[in-house]
Nanobody
Framework: VQLQASGGGSVQAGGSLRLSCAAS????????MGWYRQAPGKKRELVAQ???????KYAPDVKGRFTVSRDNVNYTAVLQMNSLKPDDTAVYYC??????????WGQGTLVTVSS
């Protein structure tokens, strides 16, 4: 299984970024795709998640600002991040939970939001 994340970068507060995660080596239709983040000195936390039925889950502090989606043809998950705040600064990780198989992580991508 490979998860290739892209799209991080630096932006000013109020700006937007789009993260993308390309998955391979798994059955995408049996995979819950998620985004986690880890800020310096803090634990990794769930940001957003989408299951094969496209039910979505969001962390309370990103709800209404972030949108998670998936492309079941191209095996890609996308996190659209709008109205970014300095507190959103973190390394963002793509995660894939393949039902009845296991959990996999992509490499992190750094998001920096300046005030």
């Amino acid at each position: 299984v490979q998860l290739q994340a892209s799209g991080g970068g630096s932006v000013q507060a109020g700006g937007s970024l789009r993260l993308s995660c390309a998955a391979s080596g798994l059955i995408f239709g049996r995979t819950i795709m998620g985004w986690y983040r880890q800020a310096p000195g803090k634990k990794r936390e769930l940001v957003a998640q989408i299951n094969p039925a496209e039910d979505r889950k969001y962390a309370p502090d990103v709800k209404g600002r972030f949108t998670v989606s998936r492309d079941n043809v191209n095996y890609t998950a996308v996190l659209q991040m709008n109205s970014l705040k300095p507190d959103d600064t973190a390394v963002y990780y793509c995660n894939a939970v393949v039902l009845m198989v296991g959990s996999y992580w992509g490499q992190g991508t750094l998001v920096t939001v300046s005030s």
